[in-house]
Nanobody
């Protein structure tokens, strides 16, 4: 179980930008595939982005070309740069450390979730 703390959320107007951060405790961060999920009100938690141990990034179609996932292994920190925000991006965002991969290539997370960080996109 990896303890994580997400931050960086807030209220932003449509078209605006935010950068989320997630600091992970322990020593597995740098050797793990990691990622971001989000949960909008009344909806299930959904995959947003992943950064693999091999250095490949994956994105949900809904955020592709707008969001960028990156990491700093020296600081056990995961980032999510969000540009061109839309009202439908409003959700609580959670990081997942480590992410695992099904044989099909999709990701799943077995750990406990942190408190998340709220992102609200509204004019």
């Amino acid at each position: 179980q990896v303890h994580v703390v997400e931050s960086g959320g807030g209220l932003v107007q449509p078209g605006g930008s935010l950068t989320l951060s997630c600091v992970a405790a322990g020593s597995v961060f740098s050797i793990s595939t990691v990622g971001w999920y989000r949960q909008a009100p009344g909806k299930q938690r959904e995959f947003v982005a992943a950064d693999t141990i091999g250095g490949t990034q994956y994105y949900a179609d809904s955020v592709k070309d707008r969001f960028t996932i990156s990491r700093d292994n020296t600081k056990n920190t995961l980032f999510l740069q969000m540009n061109g925000l839309k009202p439908e991006d409003t959700a609580v965002y959670y990081c997942a450390v480590p992410l695992r991969t099904y044989d099909t290539g999709s990701f799943y997370y077995l750990g406990s979730w942190g408190q998340g960080t709220q992102v609200t996109v509204s004019s």
